[in-house]
Nanobody, 123 residues
Framework: QVQLVESGGGLVQAGGSLRLSCTASGRTFRRYAMGWFRQAPGKEREFVAAISWSGGVRDYADSVKGRFTISRDNGKNTVYLEMNSLKPEDTAAYYC????????????????WGQGIQVTVSS
């Protein structure tokens, strides 16, 4: 089992930037792909971005492509989501997930989730 803790959320004005971090502990020797998802009130959970263990495969939702960048530092057991040019519609609770195949499937079946962190973008 792997434990995931997100950090870096908060309140930002439209056009601003935030960087989310997700740090893993536990079974970090496993070569998990990592994904970011978000859920706004009254909406379904939405895929945001994913990255393979090596970083060789990266995937982004169309809504964030060109604005968000996913990266990871396996030495620190951490995955990042750099969010630029933020829009009010980016407001949501953001969750990271560790999964064997999420970088290619957008579907974190392994059930390893962080607790979530709020991102609020004001207009």
């Amino acid at each position: 089992q792997v434990q995931l803790v997100e950090s870096g959320g908060g309140l930002v004005q439209a056009g601003g930037s935030l960087r989310l971090s997700c740090t893993a502990s536990g079974r970090t020797f496993r070569r998990y792909a990592m994904g970011w998802f978000r859920q706004a009130p009254g909406k379904e959970r939405e895929f945001v971005a994913a990255i393979s263990w090596s970083g060789g495969v990266r995937d982004y939702a169309d809504s964030v492509k060109g604005r968000f960048t996913i990266s990871r530092d396996n030495g620190k057991n951490t995955v990042y989501l750099e969010m630029n040019s933020l829009k009010p519609e980016d407001t949501a609770a953001y969750y990271c997930a560790a999964d064997s195949t999420v970088a290619t499937t957008r579907d974190p079946r392994d059930g390893n989730w962080g607790q979530g962190i709020q991102v609020t973008v004001s207009s």
